[in-house]
């Protein structure tokens, strides 16, 4: 019993530290994004955000963005590396030198500056 105890705890500790759980949740909130950008379903592109991004971007979460920004959330090249420090993450791409920022809020992996 003692043995599956610790098991148990050791296995929640690693699942916290970054793991792949992380980076398969991450590559699934950039997938959704890009789908909701390209599907111009705003609502759900923007939710897909920190509430800080949106501030940052408001008039890209307005009824109406305009299309360059929809061009440029729509392309995205895929991803080549993802670096996970608690519940912050670093997201690189293969075609470009920028990156994508994530922060985990409430469990969710949500998109906080690229």
Same mark, same amino acid.
């Given at each position: 019993?003692? !043995?599956v105890?610790?098991t148990?705890?050791?296995?929640f500790a690693?699942a916290?530290c970054g793991?792949g ?6 590559r699934a ?5 890009? !789908? ?8 759900r ?5 920190t ?6 971007y408001?008039?890209?979460c307005d ?5 360059a ?10 991803i080549?590396d993802i670096d996970?420090?608690g519940?912050?993450a670093v997201v690189r791409?293969?075609d470009?030198?920028?990156?994508t920022r994530? !922060?985990?809020?409430?469990? !969710?992996?949500?998109i906080d500056?690229?």
């Amino acid at each position: 019993m003692r !043995r599956v105890m610790l098991t148990t705890v050791a296995a929640f500790a690693l699942a916290g530290c970054g793991s792949g759980e992380d980076e398969k949740q991450i590559r699934a909130t950039l997938d959704a994004s890009a !789908r909701a950008w390209q599907q111009q379903d705003y609502e759900r592109a923007c939710a897909l955000l920190t509430e800080a991004r949106r501030r940052d971007y408001s008039d890209v979460c307005d009824p109406s963005p305009n299309e360059a920004v929809l061009t440029l959330f729509a392309k995205e090249s895929p991803i080549s590396d993802i670096d996970v420090d608690g519940d912050a993450a670093v997201v690189r791409r293969e075609d470009d030198d920028d990156t994508t920022r994530m !922060r985990k809020v409430d469990g !969710r992996w949500l998109i906080d500056a690229g």
